[in-house]
């Protein structure tokens, strides 16, 4: 029956043609990014790096290729993804009140819990389908047309720098924890939704959530870096760039396959998983003692 009821929340999405707005806004970015990068990849890249031009030697002739362009696209896209997860997941319970199908849901043999499993996973699947998408385009479409080569990102006053064969997989790496930094988006704004009657105040409340978070993790304010910048899902959701930083030997040559803090990277999943599984109990514990009134 869960599987039945999930096939079925998959069709409401995939019918919706606003669905496909996420998949065409996504498409129209990085097409734009990779144009700019192709007509005048340079001048990026000096604004990109004008702290830590004063520092080291940049070669910037080598540095835009596919790998490079790809981590330009997830620095742009994964700020405004959670909008479009928003979009859809905000929807899932809401969209039922506000049409009176509710009711008719909660009378089909099947738990409210197995109802609220069915349609976060109905929301996962989505996330994962539209990151698909956009490594197909940000990934493989960029290494069609710049080519391949050594990946160079920046972190504040440093660089690192990965050889072509020890890059791809830092890629897939990073599109999963992507995944799972979005699943939470979803989790949360499904949890707005069961609080709702209608579609718009769960996603504008998770928008809101994330954008005063992200401000407050801009702020680097101290108080905030104490106590409230460790704990938010924002900060953690952004764990994928940790992917991207490598060890260095004594002489500064990268070591291959290595990551620089990878500590962190498993804190940071635990942390998105703990935000996950929170939403996600809450939406279930409200969903089941509600009155469906419509």
């Known amino acids: 029956m869960f599987f039945a009821i999930l096939r079925i929340e998959l069709f409401k999405i995939f019918k919706r043609p606003r669905t496909f707005i996420s998949f065409g806004a996504i498409a129209i970015i990085v097409l734009l990014v990779q144009l700019a990068l192709k007509v005048n990849g340079k001048d990026f890249i000096e604004l990109y790096t004008d702290s830590q031009s004063d520092t080291f030697y940049i070669p910037y002739d080598k540095m835009v290729n596919g790998y490079f362009v790809c981590v330009a696209v997830l620095?742009?896209?994964?700020?405004?993804v959670p909008l479009l997860i928003a979009l859809i997941a905000g929807d899932m319970i809401s969209g039922e009140a506000n049409l009176g199908t509710l009711r008719l849901l909660g009378s089909k043999p099947v738990t409210r819990t197995?109802?609220?499993l069915a349609k976060f996973s109905a929301s996962s699947v989505y996330v994962i389908l539209l990151l698909i998408w956009m490594a197909f385009l940000a990934l493989f479409g960029s290494i069609l047309l710049f080519g391949k080569g050594d990946l160079v990102v920046f972190k504040e006053m440093d660089w690192h720098q990965m050889n072509d064969y020890d890059v791809l997989w830092r890629f897939f790496a990073a599109f999963i924890f992507a995944a799972l930094a979005l699943?939470?988006?979803?989790?949360?704004?499904?949890?707005?939704?069961?609080?709702?009657?209608?579609?718009?105040?769960?996603?504008?409340?998770?928008?809101?959530?994330?954008?005063?978070f992200t401000i407050i993790q801009q702020l680097k304010v101290p108080m905030?870096?104490?106590?409230?910048?460790?704990?938010s899902f924002t900060t953690h959701m952004l764990g994928w760039k940790g992917f991207f930083y490598v060890e260095?030997?004594?002489?500064?040559?990268?070591?291959?396959?290595?990551?620089?803090n990878p500590t962190a990277l498993v804190?940071?999943?635990?942390?998105?998983?703990?935000?996950?599984?929170?939403?996600?109990g809450v939406t279930i514990w409200y969903f089941r003692k509600k009155d469906i009134l419509s």
């Open 224 to 231: 905030f870096e104490q106590t409230i910048n460790p704990w």
């Open 114 to 116: 197995e109802l609220i």
């Open 267 to 280: 804190r940071s999943a635990m942390i998105l998983i703990g935000y996950i599984v929170l939403f996600l």
């Open 183 to 212: 699943t939470t988006i979803a989790a949360m704004a499904m949890m707005f939704s069961v609080f709702s009657e209608n579609s718009l105040g769960p996603i504008v409340a998770t928008v809101c959530v994330v954008i005063v």
């Open 75 to 80: 620095h742009m896209i994964l700020i405004h």
């Open 248 to 260: 260095k030997s004594a002489d500064g040559t990268t070591i291959d396959g290595s990551i620089e």
